[in-house]
C-alpha cells in the first residue's frame, strides 16, 4: 500500500440487525435529479479527455475499488481484496485522505436512498443491506430468490417510489454459501418483494436509472458486452433494447444532468460517454483496469473513477448524480 489508510474514530465493524422485509418509502422523494440538476447550462463531454489519478487512494496491494456514491462532502467506495470471501471495507475520500468508514462490511455497490442513508449490494452477505454509519448496524432489504440465496449482488439504484434495482453476476458467488441458477437483474419493490427484470446477461454489471427515471440502464455480457435500456412503467421494466453494442467488460455507470450515460470499459482503461440515443460523444481515458464512477464535488461536476487500486477525477462542464 503507497498511502496509508487514515484510520477514524468512526471507523466501525458491521454488526448485523434483524432482517427486515420492507423499506420505508412513506413520501415519495423528488426524482435524484431535482436535487442534484440545477437550473443552468451544461455542457456534454466531447472528444478523447484524460482523468487524473488521485496518489492519496493509491493501493498496491491486490484488489478493487468499486461503487463510488458521493454522499455530503465525501465520496464513499468500496475496496475490496480476492483472498478469501473477498474482504471488503467502505472507504471514503474528502479531497485529502483517505479513511476506513466501515471495517469487513463485505460491499461491492454503493448508492444512497431516499432517506441519504447507504444502501450497498454485498457479496459477503449476499444481500442488498442498509448500513447505518453512525453506529454500523446493517438492516438487510432482500436476501433471496424463489428460496435461494443470490450469487453476489453487484451494483444498485434506487428510484424516487422505492424501487431498488440491482445486478446479481457470480463474480463473488464464492464469498458465502449458496447461489441461484443464473445470474439476474432483481427489482426489489417498497414491500420487499423481490422480481426478475432480466434473466439473459451473462453477468449483469453496472446499473443506473435516467435522471427522469423513466428508463433503467445495465450494461454486462463480458468480453462480449452491451448496454441494454429498459423503459419503467410504475416502477416495473419492459422488454430491455440494446442500447449500446460491442462493449468490452463493461462494468460501471454514471449518469449526468443531461441524459448521458458513462459506462466503463474494464480491461480497456476507459469510460466511453453515450447519449441517452446510444451516440458516442467522448471517451475517458484512465491508466489502470475501470470499474465504476460517480458524479460529486462542490458543484456536482467532478466525476470520480474507481478501479484496481485507483481512483481518479476530472473536472466537467455537466453536473451529475451522486451514483
Same mark, same amino acid.
Given at each position: 500500500m503507497q498511502k496509508s489508510l487514515v484510520s477514524l474514530g468512526f471507523a466501525l465493524s458491521v454488526t448485523a440487525c434483524a432482517q427486515s422485509t420492507t423499506h420505508d418509502v412513506s413520501d415519495v422523494q423528488p426524482v435524484r435529479s431535482d436535487t442534484y440538476c440545477a437550473a443552468g447550462e451544461y455542457q456534454a463531454p466531447r472528444g478523447a479527455l484524460e482523468a487524473t489519478r488521485i496518489e492519496a487512494a493509491d493501493f498496491s496491494a491486490p484488489g478493487l475499488y468499486e461503487g463510488p456514491v458521493w454522499v455530503g462532502d465525501k465520496l464513499l467506495f468500496s475496496r475490496f481484496g480476492f483472498g478469501a470471501g473477498f474482504p471488503s471495507n467502505v472507504l471514503s475520500y474528502d479531497g485529502q485522505e483517505v479513511a476506513v468508514v466501515l471495517a469487513d462490511a463485505g460491499t461491492n455497490g454503493l448508492a444512497i436512498d431516499n432517506a441519504n442513508q447507504l444502501i450497498a449490494g454485498t457479496h459477503k452477505y449476499k444481500a442488498v443491506a !442498509? /448500513? %447505518?454509519?453512525k453506529d454500523g448496524q446493517r438492516q438487510?432489504? =432482500?436476501?433471496q430468490y424463489q428460496g435461494q440465496a443470490f450469487n453476489s449482488p453487484n451494483d444498485l439504484t434506487m428510484s =424516487? !417510489? &422505492? +424501487?431498488?434495482? /440491482? @445486478?446479481d453476476p457470480d463474480f463473488q458467488r464464492a464469498a458465502a454459501p449458496g447461489g441461484q441458477d443464473a445470474t439476474r437483474v432483481y427489482r426489489v419493490d417498497a414491500q420487499g418483494q423481490v422480481s426478475v427484470v432480466d434473466d439473459t446477461i451473462a453477468n449483469p454489471n453496472g446499473i443506473s436509472l435516467s435522471p427522469d427515471e423513466q428508463t433503467l440502464y445495465v450494461a454486462g455480457g463480458g468480453e462480449n458486452g452491451f448496454v441494454r435500456s429498459y423503459p419503467l412503467d410504475n416502477g416495473e421494466a419492459g422488454a430491455g433494447q440494446t442500447l449500446l453494442a460491442d *462493449? @468490452? *467488460?463493461? +462494468? &460501471?455507470?454514471a449518469i449526468d444532468c443531461l441524459g448521458n450515460i458513462y459506462v466503463t470499459e474494464h480491461t480497456k482503461q476507459r469510460v466511453r460517454v453515450i447519449t441517452p440515443e446510444g451516440d458516442e460523444i467522448a471517451i475517458i481515458h484512465v +491508466?489502470? %483496469?475501470? @470499474?465504476n464512477g460517480a458524479f460529486g464535488g462542490e458543484n456536482g461536476k467532478t466525476l470520480y473513477l474507481t478501479g484496481a487500486? =485507483?481512483?481518479w477525477s476530472i473536472e466537467l462542464d455537466v453536473a451529475g448524480l451522486p451514483y
Open positions: !442498509r /448500513f %447505518n454509519l438487510e432489504l =432482500a436476501s =424516487a !417510489r &422505492g +424501487d431498488i434495482y /440491482f @445486478t *462493449v @468490452t *467488460v463493461p +462494468d &460501471g455507470m +491508466d489502470a %483496469n475501470i @470499474t487500486g =485507483a481512483l
